[in-house]
Nanobody
Framework: QVQLVESGGGLVQAGGSLRLSCAASGRTLSNNYMGWFRQAPGKEREFVAFTRWSDDITSYADSVKGRFTISRDNAKNTVYLQMNSLKPEDTAVYYC??????????WGQGTQVTVSS
């Protein structure tokens, strides 16, 4: 089991920045992949970015490349999502997820990000 708790969401103006955090506990070593997803109202949940506890491998959705950065602090069992140059279309509930490979089995409760124009 892995428990995930997100924080850092909020309301920001377009062009602004936010940093989301995801604190993980439990069997994190056997669930090496950590990802961020988001779901906007009326839309399906979509992939944003992932990283791994074991190395510097990262991957991003095309829509966030160059604006968002995923990082991790292994000592704190925490994954971050730095979001810069935010756009209104980035408005969504952001979820942290953990899994083996890119099959994400464990999910956090989500944190709301709202970008005003």
């Amino acid at each position: 089991q892995v428990q995930l708790v997100e924080s850092g969401g909020g309301l920001v103006q377009a062009g602004g920045s936010l940093r989301l955090s995801c604190a993980a506990s439990g069997r994190t070593l056997s669930n090496n992949y950590m990802g961020w997803f988001r779901q906007a109202p009326g839309k399906e949940r979509e992939f944003v970015a992932f990283t791994r506890w074991s190395d510097d491998i990262t991957s991003y959705a095309d829509s966030v490349k160059g604006r968002f950065t995923i990082s991790r602090d292994n000592a704190k069992n925490t994954v971050y999502l730095q979001m810069n140059s935010l756009k209104p279309e980035d408005t969504a509930v952001y979820y942290c997820a953990a899994g083996v490979g890119t099959t994400f089995k464990y999910w956090g409760q989500g944190t709301q990000v709202t970008v005003s124009s």
